[in-house]
């Protein structure tokens, strides 16, 4: 057992300086070779894994977001005659906060969990924001709003499971994302031109299939063929 000669607090017999006045600490029964050797009681620099730091840092965007909110919530209070801007304020914040920033605060991810928690605020926040006040809001609500959320859902879960079940090479991944991306721009088109009786005969979605179809024979094609694959990788960096 050993004591600062300074102050006289108790060592830690791998100590190389004292812990509260921070006094060199000499051992004369030891060679110096055998000190400058010995342990240090505590690291010198805390190591933070990963998770942990982006934990942290979605913890104070968190904290950073909630400033504008009370601002804005304070502010509507006291001037009543203004509206209720605020509660579209701090529901737009609420939706980024819920889509990009708490995935990142829960330590094991749950995707089933956030997607039904984002689809089903996201449905309240269209008809909050747009439902009450458009005319005929709930009409709009149930017949565009309601379908194209849902179906957005539907196919986020198609892919968690489907990329979940076994690993998928980037072709088949670029496959599946461009073959839903037709897809849902082919309903939201027809979806819009049933709603709004629109008669013309063109929909835009066609041109965005179309070009994703071209995009998706050459994956497939790379898919199929090893060397053509191998040459785009490198060459493209896929």
């Not at 050993?2 to 921070?22: F, H, I, P, R, T």
């Not at 804005?72 to 990009?100: D, R």
Request: with cysteine; hydrophobic share 55%; aromatic share 14%.
């Amino acid at each position: 057992m050993s004591y600062c000669v300074n102050c006289g607090v108790e060592l830690a017999k791998s100590a190389q300086k004292c812990v509260l006045c921070s006094c060199p600490v000499v051992n004369p029964m030891l060679p110096q070779d055998a000190q400058e050797d010995e342990v240090k009681p505590f690291p010198d620099l805390i190591v933070i894994p990963k998770t942990a730091r982006k934990r942290y840092t979605a913890l104070i965007i968190t904290f950073l977001l909630c400033i504008p909110n009370i601002i804005c919530g304070l502010t509507n209070i006291f001037l009543p005659e203004t509206g209720i801007w605020s509660v579209y304020v701090i529901l737009t914040s609420f939706l980024g906060w819920s889509m990009f920033i708490l995935p990142f605060l829960i330590k094991k991810k749950k995707p089933y969990i956030l997607l039904a928690v984002n689809t089903v605020y996201l449905l309240v926040y269209l008809y909050v924001l747009f439902a009450i006040n458009l005319p005929d809001g709930s009409k709009w609500f149930l017949r565009l709003a309601l379908p194209l959320v849902l179906l957005l859902s539907a196919m986020v879960l198609f892919m968690i499971i489907w990329l979940r079940r076994k690993q998928r090479s980037d072709f088949a991944i670029t496959i599946a994302v461009l073959t839903e991306i037709s897809i849902y721009c082919i309903i939201f088109d027809i979806l819009i031109h049933v709603f709004y009786v629109i008669d013309s005969r063109v929909y835009f979605s066609f041109i965005v299939a179309a070009s994703n179809l071209v995009i998706t024979v050459m994956m497939i094609f790379a898919l199929k063929n090893k060397r053509f694959g191998n040459w785009l990788r490198r060459k493209f960096f896929v």
